[in-house]
Nanobody, 117 residues
Framework: QVQLAESGGGLVQTGESLRLSCAAS????????MGWYRQTPGKQRELVAS???????NYADSVKGRFTISRDNAKNTVYLQMNSLKPEDTAVYYC?????WGPGGYWGQGTQVTVSS
């Protein structure tokens, strides 16, 4: 069964932190890179961070130094630790399998992150 379940979003103030979690089915997760994407109304989803099956990470310039992606291969779960949040981080956050050319096409319901100024 193909499944993704994001959680951990919420409403926070500027400068605060959140930790997002994404539980994935083994079909999607095991042996593949995973990515966190975000989307705001009227805009395309953008890649926030990715992590390879071996743990190598990449980040969008806008979040470098503030966000950390990690994965627990035993739990088929990927995390996104978000520190020093800014209002421009407000979006719905999704996780999915990640390829060099973009997302793998599987999407969960996402989790809303709202940062107030």
């Amino acid at each position: 069964q193909v499944q993704l379940a994001e959680s951990g979003g919420g409403l926070v103030q500027t400068g605060e932190s959140l930790r997002l979690s994404c539980a994935a089915s083994e079909t999607i997760f095991r042996g593949y890179a995973m990515g966190w994407y975000r989307q705001t109304p009227g805009k395309q989803r953008e890649l926030v961070a990715s992590i390879s099956a071996g743990g190598s990470t990449n980040y969008a310039d806008s979040v470098k130094g503030r966000f950390t992606i990690s994965r627990d291969n035993a739990k088929n779960t990927v995390y996104l630790q978000m520190n020093s949040l800014k209002p421009e981080d407000t979006a719905v956050y999704y996780c999915t399998r990640h390829y060099p050319w973009g997302p793998g096409g599987y999407w969960g319901q996402g989790t809303q992150v709202t940062v107030s100024s």
